[in-house]
């Protein structure tokens, strides 16, 4: 495959300064940034091991903002080394899209924005980018690949919130379908529960994802004029949705949000070994995690086994449902990694 056929994935990491406020409730992790910041390491080295372990002809990309790595700590400077050891090329990536100081719930969600104008910039026009999350596992890549977009439209998922969901939980502008409809017809469409674009993905040509880029901030831009404000990337892309300023295809048949574990409350995915894409934000301190510790000791052997057959990598990533005793295993997985990050600190206070 040639590099102008060859798709490029673009994961993106910012990280977040000493005394900058951050939530990440799925992280599972101490509070400090460089704790967030290891764990979305670890989700980073999984995904793209789930890519270069089965020699997928494509490359790979981190967007991050990371210059002194030293202040990641030992794990999670060690972790950024494997991660380019895989062949990941790092892409330095000032935070210029910040929500408006006093609106964030989520103050990293815009940085996928900068991550698109950093990766696509010098591409050829013809080539395929796929944006994701880092919590995110390759089962299927060629059947995602296959299912690339036109090139005047940007791939997504489509995510099925019902349209009085709130799907921010905060009091800000646009949390719901139907209030991002209700912003839409004000500013001339006609829709009144237009689809809810999901962050997790977004893939298309250079020119079609600046194109977006460009339309965020044109929205931006007049909302700011009108006092209003949408302060995750989630809600300004289904704006531009839904006023047709974006053309965006679903991906949802190739690429999903997977629930995993008893506590997951979105939709199961009736089949997920039917679809390429498992993004499985359940599992940053869990299977992820595990897979990347075993990547960062040099224990492959049980990954690349599983990642050879889509049966055992459902198993692995808990994507094919866990019974009790799997359960009480991950359990005592969890507890046992928290008990050796607690010792080295209780033998310092000793």
């Not at 990440?24 to 400090?32: E, L």
């Not at 990337?233 to 574990?261: C, K, P």
């Not at 866990?322 to 991950?330: A, I, N, S, Y």
Request: glycine letters at 8%; hydrophobic letters at 40%; one cysteine or more.
């Amino acid at each position: 495959m040639s590099t102008l056929s060859t798709p490029l994935v673009v994961q993106y990491l910012y990280v977040h300064e000493r005394d900058e406020g951050f939530y990440y409730p799925s992280a599972r992790t101490a509070s400090s940034a460089a704790a967030v910041a290891t764990r979305y390491l670890e989700c980073a080295l999984t995904q793209a091991a789930s890519l270069q372990m089965r020699e997928i002809d494509c490359e790979l990309a981190l967007a991050t903002n990371i210059s002194d790595r030293a202040a990641l700590g030992r794990v999670g400077a060690e972790l950024l080394d494997r991660i380019e050891d895989l062949g990941v090329r790092i892409l330095a990536t000032e935070y210029r899209h910040r929500p408006k100081p006093g609106t964030e719930v989520y103050v990293s969600s815009r940085y996928v924005l900068d991550a698109i104008l950093a990766a696509s910039e010098g591409q050829p026009p013809e080539r395929q980018l796929w944006l994701t999350d880092l919590d995110c596992v390759w089962s299927d890549p060629e059947l995602v690949f296959a299912s690339a977009p036109p090139a005047s439209e940007v791939g997504c998922v489509y995510i099925g919130y019902p349209p009085d969901w709130d799907t921010v939980g905060f009091e800000v502008h646009g949390r719901t379908r139907k209030a991002i409809g209700d912003l839409a017809r004000e500013m001339g469409a006609s829709e009144e529960a237009p689809p809810w674009v999901g962050g997790e993905l977004l893939a298309g040509r250079p020119q079609a994802l600046r194109e977006m880029v460009s339309v965020c901030e044109q929205l931006d831009a007049r909302l700011d004029a009108e006092g209003k404000t949408l302060p995750n990337e989630e809600q300004i892309l289904s704006l531009a949705g839904a006023l047709g300023q974006v053309r965006f295809v679903d991906l949802s048949h190739v690429a999903r949000r997977v629930s995993t574990g008893p506590r997951a409350q979105s939709a199961k995915v009736d089949d997920p070994l039917a679809i390429g894409l498992w993004h499985l934000p359940s599992e940053k301190g869990l299977s992820l995690r595990r897979a990347a510790t075993q990547i960062r000791r040099g224990r492959t052997r049980s990954l690349r086994r599983d990642l050879a057959d889509p049966a055992r990598m459902a198993r692995r990533f808990n994507v094919a449902g866990t019974g009790p005793l799997r359960r009480l295993l991950d359990d005592g997985w969890i507890v046992l990694q928290r008990a050796r990050s607690i010792a080295p600190r209780i033998a310092d206070s000793v």
